[in-house]
């Protein structure tokens, strides 16, 4: 569904194409999303097909647009379920979810989670929905991109790990089916400490949502 809104959202309006387009999504965000998202997506898209038998593609184009905005929204939502629990020892924080508008990252969504232990701070971020992850996968692949920084395969998911030992600090980046940034970052950590909550994610159930 994001990506029939999105292919709307950059590629402009086929007239013919959009109400098929707005039909199906309406149908589909009836069935997959939670009655109150439902009911806002739904109505915001019947919203659409009204202006547009009525001649009004602007206003079409803004309610497909905030509709868009509604589903990245609820995909986040259903995406926090991917950020692991605490590790033995450590405690989390609420997980968060946030819509970033196309000034950042291109639109998208990111969540977040933070875990703590004494003076050790682990984050978790899942970037996903954006045109600029999308074109990330190039860069991620450039052996450039991946200097001063240890390769290293976790849970069958190419990794690169930075880490100062000075500073007992790092980061752990990895790109997931050429859909989802997934950064790991700690401070007062030790390397271990990263790798292990970087398994801790599930690439797998990842990878089918």
């Not at 009836?30 to 001649?55: F, R």
């Not at 991946?146 to 976790?154: A, L, M, T, V, W």
């Not at 930075?162 to 500073?167: D, L, V």
Request: no cysteine; glycine share 8%.
């Amino acid at each position: 569904m994001l990506k029939l809104l999105n292919k709307i959202k950059t590629k402009g309006f086929n007239m013919t194409k959009i109400v098929k387009t707005l039909t199906y999504i309406t149908t589909a965000t009836l069935v997959l999303s939670t009655p109150i998202m439902a009911d806002d997506i739904s109505d915001t898209l019947e919203e659409a097909l009204a202006s547009y038998k009525q001649g009004d593609v602007t206003g079409a184009k803004e309610d497909v647009i905030y509709a868009l905005e509604l589903l990245k929204q609820q995909s986040g939502n259903t995406l926090k379920e991917q950020l692991p629990d605490a590790l033995e020892g450590w405690e989390a924080e609420e997980a968060k979810s946030e819509t970033a508008g196309a000034g950042m990252l291109g639109g998208g969504t990111v969540l977040s989670r933070t875990y703590k232990k004494d003076k050790s701070r682990v984050t978790i971020e899942i970037i996903t929905d954006s045109p600029l992850v999308q074109g990330l996968g190039s860069m991620f692949a450039n052996p450039m991109f991946n200097s001063g920084g240890e390769i290293k395969r976790i849970n069958r998911e190419k990794a690169t790990i930075k880490y100062n030992k000075k500073n007992k600090s790092g980061e752990i980046t990895l790109m997931v089916d050429k859909r989802f940034v997934v950064n790991v970052k700690g401070t007062k950590v030790s390397k271990e400490d990263l790798i292990e909550y970087t398994k801790a994610i599930d690439f797998k159930a990842l990878k089918k949502m």
